[in-house]
């Protein structure tokens, strides 16, 4: 199969054609593989592959709505039984996983042929992908940009051609992060939706979760399909959406009342993201839906501080995880975790609890919102994807970390500032997607801008709890008026 006849269809259409023997599952495969060894020498997508494996698999009969699709899982939590996982770290590069996870087993379930991992940043933290373990990841649109992160591989796998979808996740961005920078589709579920075992019962409490991103809006919701229903080993259980994601595209979202607003804690945005502000709600108003501009529902720097604090909390306890099960020493990691690692160290219990409830404070300011808008919009980004090494620690700073580190100054470190700074510097970039994770909402990134310079940004939409169901029918309508699935980086 010639790369022109698989890039044009979607996972959807694939699995059809395989379904209706048009097609079968092992040609396909091989499409896919063939345009992975053609560009992933330049973009640094893939940072694992099993060929074999997936051979095989599409040399069975397979059943499922996506039935033969080629698939990649994501380096961070999407384990695979017997397979290396690594979260993005050189201590866990070779470390294989015991069990698969859930969400993976119910991707197995829907037929897809998994035949490689994308690459994260350690342990997901960044909104880039850069990893020292496997080295950065470059976006198809500009060589010298990042993906973003921290599915930053899966975004670049998908922005690139290599899939028509990927294995995502998002703990404060991460599928619509890369998915504005590649110009792509990402949807976050809500809290709950869908499983997260059986490693745990939930992911930084409920704020991350699984998805996929995609060229296509129907297969997100196809996949999405594929991974929510009650998990026995979950923490509560979540509501069942009112019916299939793939059956609300062939819905009409009505007349909607959309607030937008472009405010950040963290600087002012770039022109060109208050451009693709501004051109979605033009378009929006030109669609029937009622737009109007809005202050932030929430207190934008209280939520900064409150994402960063947990975070590094987070940070910590996965760097200890990983020590524990590995037995690798702290300078096996990365410098910028280690700092951010100390700092969550130096967190009292009473502390952390604190922030848990401003989490929840939080949510009941953007559900105060949502009574009188049924979405709010902002940029996906603060500006155009940033450049390979630009949000790099200053080298004296990292100097200065080493040392700090070495005397165990983690209280200190945490009394400058000086990290907290650096972390900031990240966010500045992308200020707008953490909301989505600390209440729990739903939120998707559309890609329906490209500047000057044909660099993607996406527009980020954010619903009240259950509201998946709306997303994806304003998502389909927008998808109508701007196709942008036939919108190739000139890779």
């Given at each position: 199969?010639?790369?022109?006849?698989?890039?044009?269809?979607?996972?959807?259409?694939?699995?059809?054609?395989?379904?209706?023997?048009?097609?079968?599952?092992?040609?396909?495969?091989?499409?896919?593989?063939?345009?992975?060894?053609?560009?992933?020498?330049?973009?640094?997508?893939?940072?694992?592959?099993?060929?074999?494996?997936?051979?095989?698999?599409?040399?069975?009969?397979?059943?499922?709505?996506?039935?033969?699709?080629?698939?990649?899982?994501?380096?961070?939590?999407?384990?695979?039984?017997?397979?290396?996982?690594?979260?993005?770290?050189?201590?866990?590069?070779?470390?294989?996983?015991?069990?698969?996870?859930?969400?993976?087993?119910?991707?197995?379930?829907?037929?897809?042929?998994?035949?490689?991992?994308?690459?994260?940043?350690?342990?997901?933290?960044?909104?880039?992908?850069?990893?020292?373990?496997?080295?950065?990841?470059?976006?198809?649109?500009?060589?010298?940009?990042?993906?973003?992160?921290?599915?930053?591989?899966?975004?670049?796998?998908?922005?690139?051609?290599?899939?028509?979808?990927?294995?995502?996740?998002?703990?404060?961005?991460?599928?619509?992060?890369?998915?504005?920078?590649?110009?792509?589709?990402?949807?976050?579920?809500?809290?709950?939706?869908?499983?997260?075992?059986?490693?745990?019962?939930?992911?930084?409490?409920?704020?991350?979760?699984?998805?996929?991103?995609?060229?296509?809006?129907?297969?997100?919701?196809?996949?999405?399909?594929?991974?929510?229903?009650?998990?026995?080993?979950?923490?509560?259980?979540?509501?069942?959406?009112?019916?299939?994601?793939?059956?609300?595209?062939?819905?009409?979202?009505?007349?909607?009342?959309?607030?937008?607003?472009?405010?950040?804690?963290?600087?002012?945005?770039?022109?060109?993201?208050?451009?693709?502000?501004?051109?979605?709600?033009?378009?929006?108003?030109?669609?029937?839906?009622?737009?109007?501009?809005?202050?932030?529902?929430?207190?934008?720097?209280?939520?900064?501080?409150?994402?960063?604090?947990?975070?590094?909390?987070?940070?910590?306890?996965?760097?200890?995880?990983?020590?524990?099960?590995?037995?690798?020493?702290?300078?096996?990691?990365?410098?910028?975790?280690?700092?951010?690692?100390?700092?969550?160290?130096?967190?009292?219990?009473?502390?952390?609890?604190?922030?848990?409830?401003?989490?929840?404070?939080?949510?009941?300011?953007?559900?105060?919102?949502?009574?009188?808008?049924?979405?709010?919009?902002?940029?996906?980004?603060?500006?155009?994807?940033?450049?390979?090494?630009?949000?790099?620690?200053?080298?004296?700073?990292?100097?200065?970390?080493?040392?700090?580190?070495?005397?165990?100054?983690?209280?200190?470190?945490?009394?400058?500032?000086?990290?907290?700074?650096?972390?900031?510097?990240?966010?500045?970039?992308?200020?707008?997607?953490?909301?989505?994770?600390?209440?729990?909402?739903?939120?998707?990134?559309?890609?329906?801008?490209?500047?000057?310079?044909?660099?993607?940004?996406?527009?980020?939409?954010v619903a009240p709890l259950g509201g998946e169901g709306l997303l994806f029918r304003l998502a389909a309508q927008l998808e109508r008026e701007r196709g942008w699935a036939d919108h190739e980086p000139p890779l």
């Amino acid at each position: 199969m010639e790369y022109s006849e698989y890039r044009k269809h979607d996972g959807v259409a694939l699995a059809e054609r395989i379904r209706n023997g048009e097609m079968s599952a092992a040609e396909v495969l091989e499409a896919a593989i063939a345009r992975a060894e053609s560009v992933n020498g330049r973009i640094n997508a893939l940072t694992r592959t099993c060929y074999d494996e997936a051979r095989e698999r599409a040399g069975r009969e397979l059943s499922g709505p996506l039935a033969g699709v080629p698939f990649l899982l994501k380096d961070l939590h999407q384990e695979h039984a017997g397979a290396a996982s690594s979260a993005g770290s050189r201590a866990l590069r070779d470390v294989h996983a015991p069990e698969t996870a859930e969400v993976v087993r119910r991707w197995l379930d829907a037929g897809l042929v998994i035949f490689g991992r994308t690459n994260a940043p350690e342990f997901g933290a960044k909104p880039i992908t850069e990893p020292l373990a496997f080295g950065p990841t470059r976006n198809p649109w500009e060589l010298t940009r990042t993906p973003g992160g921290s599915s930053g591989g899966a975004a670049a796998a998908v922005a690139a051609g290599i899939v028509p979808l990927a294995g995502a996740s998002d703990g404060g961005g991460s599928i619509r992060i890369p998915a504005a920078c590649c110009g792509l589709f990402g949807l976050k579920p809500g809290r709950g939706l869908v499983p997260s075992g059986p490693e745990r019962a939930e992911n930084f409490h409920g704020a991350s979760l699984d998805g996929v991103i995609s060229r296509s809006v129907r297969d997100s919701a196809a996949a999405l399909d594929t991974l929510i229903g009650h998990d026995p080993a979950g923490p509560y259980l979540a509501g069942a959406p009112e019916r299939d994601f793939s059956e609300e595209l062939n819905r009409e979202p009505g007349a909607l009342r959309i607030g937008f607003s472009a405010e950040s804690a963290l600087g002012a945005p770039h022109p060109h993201a208050v451009s693709a502000l501004t051109d979605a709600a033009e378009l929006l108003e030109s669609l029937g839906h009622e737009v109007e501009e809005v202050p932030s529902p929430v207190d934008l720097e209280a939520l900064t501080v409150d994402f960063l604090e947990a975070w590094s909390v987070k940070l910590a306890s996965a760097m200890n995880e990983a020590i524990q099960r590995t037995g690798a020493s702290e300078t096996s990691f990365e410098l910028d975790t280690r700092l951010l690692a100390a700092i969550g160290r130096t967190f009292s219990g009473p502390e952390y609890s604190a922030v848990l409830d401003r989490w929840h404070g939080h949510t009941r300011k953007l559900a105060e919102f949502h009574r009188q808008h049924d979405l709010l919009l902002t940029p996906s980004l603060a500006g155009p994807p940033v450049r390979i090494g630009e949000l790099e620690t200053p080298g004296l700073l990292q100097e200065a970390g080493k040392i700090a580190l070495t005397l165990r100054l983690g209280p200190v470190l945490r009394a400058s500032g000086v990290v907290d700074r650096v972390a900031r510097a990240n966010l500045r970039h992308v200020p707008y997607t953490q909301l989505a994770n600390i209440t729990g909402r739903p939120a998707m990134s559309v890609p329906l801008y490209w500047n000057p310079e044909g660099l993607p940004l996406g527009v980020q939409f954010v619903a009240p709890l259950g509201g998946e169901g709306l997303l994806f029918r304003l998502a389909a309508q927008l998808e109508r008026e701007r196709g942008w699935a036939d919108h190739e980086p000139p890779l």
